[in-house]
Nanobody, 122 residues
Framework: QVQLVESGGGSVQAGGSLRLSCAAS?????MSWFRQAPGKEREGVAG????????FYTDSVKGRFTISRDNAKNTAYLQMNSLKPEDTAMYYC??????????????????WGQGTQVAVSS
């Protein structure tokens, strides 16, 4: 069982930036970020493969968010710029055991962190 620990959430005004970190205790084929706002379904935000470091994003964050990773530290990062109030949510880090599970569908992921809150005020 791989454990994931997120950090870096907080409160910021619209237009500001935050950087989230996710440290994994073991190997995952990819690491991704998901978010869930109150009353809404969990949605995929961004992900990065361990081998090759290819990335993928949901359309609403392209050009504003950047996902990266340090394989030596088994840590993934989500740099969030130009934040908007609609980005407010609990952000979760997730890891997939196999490459074919990677993507933006939360039900395909094996390991989850506890979440970190991001609040963006207007």
């Amino acid at each position: 069982q791989v454990q994931l620990v997120e950090s870096g959430g907080g409160s910021v005004q619209a237009g500001g930036s935050l950087r989230l970190s996710c440290a994994a205790s073991g190997y995952t084929a990819c690491m991704s970020w998901f978010r869930q706002a109150p009353g809404k379904e969990r949605e995929g935000v961004a992900g990065i493969y361990t081998i090759g470091r290819n990335t993928f994003y949901t359309d609403s964050v392209k050009g504003r968010f950047t996902i990266s990773r340090d394989n030596a530290k088994n840590t993934a990062y989500l740099q969030m710029n130009s934040l908007k109030p609609e980005d407010t949510a609990m952000y979760y880090c997730a890891g997939a055991a196999n490459v074919w599970n990677c993507g933006l569908a939360p039900e395909r992921y094996n390991f989850w962190g506890q979440g970190t809150q991001v609040a963006v005020s207007s």
